[in-house]
């Protein structure tokens, strides 16, 4: 077996590991995260009816610039807002297989900062 291939196995089953604790309704949306080399991405999901009920993407911001960390907290308070504007107060976080440090914890800090409860 080749290294990568183990590597993506690894997370694989981290990624299983987590979402089989977690799991989100549409009181009580997921927060799902995904983070590239290049961007990163959000979205509340409502894992009973299988939507998503608010989503933001790096792509989306004004102001593209400062490093990959300030975007994630500006990001993190878009989410923030357009949850707001859709009512919807406390989610249960899926940081799926990353660490929770770097832009991951710089997003949920600014969620949490712009209202978000989890």
Do not use: C, W
Request: proline share 1%; no cysteine.
């Amino acid at each position: 077996m080749n290294r990568e291939r183990f590597l993506q196995e690894k997370r694989q089953r981290r990624t299983h590991r987590v979402r089989a604790r977690i799991s989100g309704t549409g009181y009580l949306p997921r927060l799902a995260v995904f983070r590239s080399v290049r961007y990163f991405s959000a979205q509340l999901i409502d894992d009973v009816t299988g939507r998503t009920l608010v989503a933001v993407h790096e792509r989306e911001l004004d102001d593209r610039t400062g490093t990959k960390t300030e975007r994630a907290k500006r990001l993190g308070t878009l989410l923030g807002e357009r949850a707001q504007v859709a009512k919807l107060k406390v989610v249960v976080f899926d940081r799926r297989h990353y660490r929770y440090h770097g832009r991951v914890a710089a997003f949920a800090d600014a969620a949490r900062a712009a209202g978000l409860k989890f």
